[in-house]
C-alpha cells in the first residue's frame, strides 16, 4: 500500500497527497466550466483570501505556496477537505 503521507520540505507536517490530487481534479473541472456552482464558489472564496495573505510565496515549480502548510496554490484552495492552517477559511 501506498502512504499517501510525504514529509514536508519547508515545515514538520506531512502534506496530504490525496488532497492534492482533489484539489487538481476540482480545479481542472472548474476550467472545463464543470465544476459544481457551490464548490466553485467555495474556490473562488479561498482563492480571494489567499490572493491577499503574505504566506503565499513563489516555489520551485510553476504555481505558488503557501509558506505554512507546503501546498501549491491554486490547488490547495480547490481541496474541501483542506483547511487554511491560519484558520482563514
Request: hydrophobic content about 30%; overall charge positive.
Amino acid at each position: 500500500m501506498v502512504d499517501k503521507k510525504k514529509p514536508c520540505q519547508s515545515c514538520k507536517e506531512s502534506i496530504d497527497l490525496g488532497q492534492i490530487g482533489e484539489g487538481w481534479s476540482a480545479l481542472s473541472m472548474h476550467m472545463m466550466g464543470m465544476l459544481d456552482k457551490e464548490s466553485a464558489n467555495q474556490a473562488n472564496s479561498r482563492r480571494k483570501i489567499c490572493d491577499e495573505c503574505d504566506q503565499l510565496t513563489k516555489s520551485k515549480v510553476q504555481f505558488l505556496m503557501c509558506k505554512q502548510c507546503g501546498c501549491y496554490y491554486p490547488m490547495l484552495a480547490y481541496a474541501k477537505s483542506k483547511s487554511c492552517p491560519l484558520g482563514k477559511w
